[in-house]
């Protein structure tokens, strides 16, 4: 079993900042990619960042400059700083993780975190 847990959603005015963290635990070997995505209400997924083990990070154009994905391998977390934040934001993020199982590699999600930004 696998459990991802994301946590530090909430409710936050425009121009606020919320840091999210993403916990994975479970029978695995290892995280190896790990991302962070959103999906607004009426809207698809969309990605957001991805870090590889060693720290390599990927972020979409769009999500450039205000947000930061980072990792502490120690922990298996990974979090999305988001600063200056606009109603634009107001989402459910999710985590995403490719870990090394038994029968090779395999994805999982968390269940979500509701982020809030209101005007």
């Known amino acids: 079993q696998v459990q991802v847990v994301e946590s530090g959603g909430g409710s936050v005015q425009a121009g606020g900042s919320l840091r999210l963290s993403c916990a994975v635990s479970g029978n695995f070997f290892s995280v190896n990619a790990m991302g962070w995505y959103r999906q607004a209400h009426g809207k698809q997924r969309e990605l957001i960042a991805t870090?590889?083990?060693?720290?390599?990070?990927n972020y979409v154009d769009s999500m450039k400059g205000r947000f930061t994905i980072s990792r502490d391998n120690a922990k298996n977390t990974v979090y999305l700083q988001m600063n200056s934040l606009t109603p634009e934001d107001t989402a459910v993020y999710y985590c995403?993780?490719?870990?090394?199982?038994?029968?090779?590699?395999?994805?999982?999600w968390g269940q979500g975190t509701q982020v809030t930004v209101s005007s």
């Open positions: 870090i590889r083990k060693d720290g390599t990070t």
């Open positions: 995403a993780v490719r870990l090394d199982r038994l029968l090779g590699e395999e994805g999982f």
